[in-house]
Each structure stands twice: as structure tokens, then as C-alpha cells.
Nanobody, 122 residues
Framework: QVQLVESGGGLVQAGGSLRLSCAAS????????MGWFRQAPGKEREFVAA????????YYIDSVKGRFTISRDNAKNTVYLQTKSLKPEDTAVYYC???????????????WGQGTQVTVSS
């Protein structure tokens, strides 16, 4: 099991940007694809973006394409989500997880972290 700690959220105006970070414990981080997810108030958690083990392949849901960029630094055991042109509908708690597929399948053994709150004001 990998322990993950998300950070970097905050309150921004529409059009602003934030860089989210996810720090992982353990020596196996570089062996797994990673994903970012989010959960808006009153809504189900949704998969947002994925990055392959090497970082060479990425995937985004349509609503964030061109605005969000996922990246990773395996030497630092960290995955990032750079966001820009933020919209009020991006308001959510953002989480990272190990993923088994590039479409966001997670490992049942892992637990959700506390996440980091992103609030976008109009």
C-alpha cells in the first residue's frame, strides 16, 4: 500500500491557476501509473487525469483537456497536476491514487487520502 499526501489547493478566481502535488511514500511509486480524481460537493468522485509509469503517456477527461497538465517526478516520488484557466465547475476536493489502467481503475487495497480543496470563485 502506498501512502499519498495531496497539497497545493486553495481559493482562486476564475481564470486562475494552481499546481497540485501528491507526495507518495514507499519505494514502489515509480512502478505504478498515477491518476488524479476530484469530488465536487454533492457529486460522485470522478477521474480527471492519468500518467503512465515513465510519464510518457497521459490521459485527460474532455472537460480539462488543454487546461490541466499531469506530470511526475519519480526521483521525488511526486505527481503533479498543473491547472490553468480554472472554472467554477472545477471546484472540488482533488485526490491522487495509484491506478491500474489509464482510464482510472484504482487498486482496492489503497485508501483515499484527505485530498486538497480547490475552490474557484466566479
Amino acid at each position: 500500500q502506498v501512502q499519498l499526501v495531496e497539497s497545493g489547493g486553495g481559493l482562486v478566481q476564475a481564470g486562475g491557476s494552481l499546481r497540485l502535488s501528491c507526495a507518495a511514500s514507499g519505494r514502489t511509486f515509480s512502478s505504478y501509473a498515477m491518476g488524479w480524481f476530484r469530488q465536487a460537493p454533492g457529486k460522485e468522485r470522478e477521474f480527471v487525469a492519468a500518467i503512465s509509469v515513465s510519464g510518457g503517456n497521459t490521459y485527460y477527461i474532455d472537460s480539462v483537456k488543454g487546461r490541466f497538465t499531469i506530470s511526475r517526478d519519480n526521483a521525488k516520488n511526486t505527481v503533479y497536476l498543473q491547472t490553468k484557466s480554472l472554472k467554477p465547475e472545477d471546484t472540488a476536493v482533488y485526490y491522487c491514487r495509484r491506478i491500474a489502467t489509464m482510464t482510472g481503475t484504482t487498486y482496492a487495497i489503497d485508501r483515499w487520502g484527505q485530498g486538497t480543496q480547490v475552490t474557484v470563485s466566479s
